[in-house]
């Protein structure tokens, strides 16, 4: 399932690429998504001075946000759950690429793919728009559209969210 999210922000394509790689912006990240406990940066390698590599490994808690559908779980569930973001910042395209790697057993992984892009696109001398696109599957049969269904609405908003953080940033700093 294909989910794509497109936010204007009053700043430079190279501004609001810096900062989405900044520390501040992960910060925010944490204060303002409900379920991430804590993003760290765990690697980060340039490749050349156009080209960064970067892993990020997120925790979210398990008991803040249930859905529906899964409440009688709970019980069984984790209290944190640990996943990588697998980053590739190419600034010359202004673009980043991404994929999503869940901490679970090898065998289960399998059952998922999460990918995705964030690309920065020239509006104007002071503005750009973000258009950040994830696409995930959950190969589960006779659950997986049911479950990238529910989770749907709940992407949208985190990818909302993380455009609008950008967003207000600059028109603080303008």
Known sequence: MKISETTLIEASSDDTFSFLLSGSYTRLLVQHIDVVHDIEEIARAQE???VITRVMRYSASTRDKVPKFLKKYEASAPEYVYWKQIERWDRARARM???IEAEIKDEWQRYYETRGVLMLEKVG???T???TE????VKVFGLGSLIERA???EISKLLAIQGQLAAN???VQG
């Open 129 to 131: 728009r973000q258009v």
């Open 48 to 50: 050349d001075g156009e």
């Open 125 to 127: 001398e002071q503005k």
């Open 134 to 137: 994830l696409d995930y599957q």
């Open 97 to 99: 690429t991404y994929t």
């Open 151 to 153: 989770l749907r609405d």
């Open 169 to 171: 940033h600059f028109s």
